[in-house]
C-alpha cells in the first residue's frame, strides 16, 4: 500500500556498512522515497572505515586497489546500482588488446588457450597447439565429447574438483581449473561447491552432456569475444576513479548522521516493539527492523542470546584470509612484455603466490607514465601458511617469485600490503541448503534479516544483490528468504 509523508517513520538499524551494508541502506531510502514515508536510519560500523573489502589508495599518481578492483556485469546488481547512483559514465572495460591471463607450469607463463573459459575449451585448435597441457592431457580433456553425462537433478551438487576431474581429467583440474575458478574463491576445489559458485556447469552437462559442445553451442548467444580466454575480461568494468566511488556514491545518498563507525555491535533482542541493537559501549538503540551484514562468524555471537541454533549453523560457515600486496615498478625493471592482464599459479607449482594483475595494464591510469602497478594475491585455503608469513617474509617470496617469473629486476618504489583475516567464506558442497535453513530460521524472526557474501556469492554485485534483497524483506515487499 502507497504510503503518504504524514506515516511514521519505518525505523531500521543496518550492522556493517561493508558494500551489503551500504547497498541496504540505500535501497531503504529509495523504498522510503518512492513511498514517500518517512525513514529513520541508522548503519553501525565496528570499523573506523566504510566499505568492507572496498579500499582504494591514491599515492603519487598511482591507483591502489586493497580489495576487488572491478566487478562483472554479467550479473546485473552492480551495474544497475552505478545507473541508478549516477555512475554510468564512470565505469570503465578492460584493456581490450590484453584481455588474456597466463598460467604458471614448470616456472614459465603460457597463455590461457583462446576461448578456453574457466573450466572447458570452446575452440579445439588454440588448446591442441597449447605447450600449458601435456598430449595425454589434451587427450583426456578431448574425451569428454563422448562421456555420458551424470543425472544429478535440478537440484544436485558436487565438488568443482570431482566435476572437472570426471569430465576433463587431472591435468585439466590442476593447471587451469583450481588456480583460475579457485583463486576466485580463495577456495580448495576438492570442497568446494560447484551449484553454490558456478550452477550452469553442472546444467551444461545435465543438457547437452559434453562441455564443450555446451560451451561451443552457447559461445555465440553468450557474447564472449573470440579473443577472450580464462575469466571473461570482456565483462568485467571498474570505476574510473576507483572502487570506492561506489561506496562514496552510496555513503552520499544516505540521510546525514546515519553512519556510525568506530560502533561494534554485541547482541540483539527483540521485543514487543521491534528491536533492541546493545553495543559495546552498553548503550542501546531501537528499530523495527534490524539488517545483519557481517561476516557470519561475526554475526553469530551476535544472535547467540536470540537463537542460539540460529547462531550455532551461522558459525559452521567457515572462512579463508587473504591478502593481497601492491608493488610500484618502473616499467624498464620487468623483462616480460605484460601482454595480458596478469597470471595464475596452480598450487602444485609451490609457490608464495596464488596469481598477480598487472593492474596498469588491466585498466587505464592505474599509474603514472612509465611505472607499472602489480597486485599480488596470497593465501586463501590452499596457502593458508603463507597468509601466517610476516609482512617481511611476505614481501620477499613475492619477490623472489616475480623475480623468477617475470623477469623482475631490483626492488620495488614502494609495497602496499593489505590483509583480509578471515573474510572469504567458503562454499562446501551442500552450502545451498545451508544458506536456505538459515535463512528459513532467520525469517522466523519479524523485522530480521540476513545479507553479506556467506550467502549468495563472493563478488561485489552479489553482495549489492544481498543487501538488497534484504532491505526490501525488512520493508515488506518480499520474503527474507526469497
Request: net charge positive.
Amino acid at each position: 500500500m502507497t504510503g503518504c509523508a504524514g506515516d511514521r517513520p519505518k525505523s531500521v538499524i543496518v550492522v556493517g556498512a561493508g558494500v551489503s551494508g551500504l547497498a541496504a541502506a540505500h535501497r531503504l531510502v529509495e523504498l522510503a522515497s518512492s513511498e514517500g514515508r518517512p525513514l529513520d536510519l541508522l548503519v553501525l560500523e565496528a570499523r573506523s572505515r566504510v566499505g568492507g573489502a572496498i579500499l582504494t589508495r591514491r599515492r603519487d599518481g598511482f591507483l591502489i586497489e586493497g580489495g576487488p578492483d572491478s566487478f562483472i556485469t554479467q550479473k546485473p546488481w552492480g551495474l544497475a546500482l552505478c545507473r541508478r547512483l549516477g555512475l554510468e559514465n564512470e565505469l570503465i572495460p578492460t584493456n581490450p588488446d590484453c584481455r588474456r591471463t597466463f598460467v604458471v607450469r614448470d616456472g614459465t607463463l603460457h597463455p590461457v588457450p583462446e576461448g578456453f573459459l574457466l573450466l572447458a575449451p570452446t575452440r579445439i585448435m588454440p588448446m591442441l597447439a597449447s605447450r600449458l597441457f601435456s598430449w595425454p592431457g589434451k587427450l583426456r580433456m578431448g574425451l569428454d565429447l563422448v562421456l555420458p553425462r551424470r543425472d544429478h537433478g535440478i537440484d544436485g551438487d558436487e565438488s568443482l574438483a570431482s566435476f572437472v576431474r570426471r569430465r576433463l581429467g587431472r591435468e585439466a583440474l590442476e593447471r587451469i581449473a583450481q588456480p583460475l575458478v579457485g583463486g576466485i574463491y580463495t577456495a580448495d576445489p576438492e570442497n568446494l561447491s560447484l551449484r553454490a559458485t558456478m550452477p550452469r556447469f553442472l546444467d551444461m552437462e545435465r543438457e547437452h552432456r559434453s562441455l564443450i559442445l555446451a560451451m561451443r553451442r552457447g559461445r555465440r548467444a553468450a557474447g564472449v569475444a573470440p579473443a577472450d580466454s580464462g575469466a571473461r575480461y570482456s565483462m568485467f568494468v571498474a570505476l574510473r576513479g576507483g572502487m570506492d566511488v561506489l561506496t562514496g556514491a552510496l555513503l552520499a545518498r544516505l540521510p546525514a548522521g546515519a553512519v556510525e563507525t568506530d560502533t561494534p555491535v554485541r547482541r540483539v533482542q527483540h521485543n514487543q516493539g521491534g528491536w533492541s541493537v546493545k553495543l559495546a559501549d552498553g548503550s542501546v538503540r531501537q528499530a523495527e527492523a534490524v539488517i545483519l551484514t557481517c561476516q557470519a562468524h561475526e554475526t553469530a555471537p551476535i544472535l547467540e542470546p536470540l537463537d542460539p541454533p540460529l547462531a550455532s549453523e551461522l558459525a559452521t560457515i567457515d572462512y579463508a584470509s587473504s591478502a593481497t600486496m601492491t608493488m610500484a615498478l618502473r616499467r624498464q625493471q620487468v623483462q616480460h612484455p605484460l601482454d595480458g592482464f596478469g597470471f595464475v599459479i596452480p598450487a602444485v607449482e609451490r609457490r608464495t603466490l596464488i596469481a598477480a594483475t598487472f593492474s596498469s595494464v588491466k585498466f587505464p591510469g592505474r599509474a603514472p607514465e612509465g611505472w607499472l602497478l602489480i597486485r599480488a594475491f596470497l593465501g586463501g585455503a590452499t596457502h593458508p601458511h603463507i597468509y601466517e608469513l610476516s609482512d617481511q617474509d611476505m614481501q620477499h617470496g613475492v619477490l623472489a617469485d616475480l623475480r623468477d617469473l617475470i623477469g623482475l629486476r631490483g626492488d620495488p618504489e614502494f609495497v602496499e600490503l593489505h590483509r583480509w583475516p578471515r573474510s572469504m567464506p567458503q562454499y562446501p558442497v551442500g552450502h545451498l541448503h545451508r544458506v536456505a535453513a538459515i535463512q528459513a530460521m532467520a525469517g522466523r524472526w519479524p523485522g530480521l534479516a540476513l545479507a553479506g557474501n556467506a550467502f549468495g556469492g563472493v563478488g561485489v554485485p552479489d553482495c549489492v544483490h544481498s543487501g538488497e534483497l534484504a532491505a526490501e524483506a525488512v520493508w515488506g515487499l518480499r520474503r527474507p528468504d526469497s
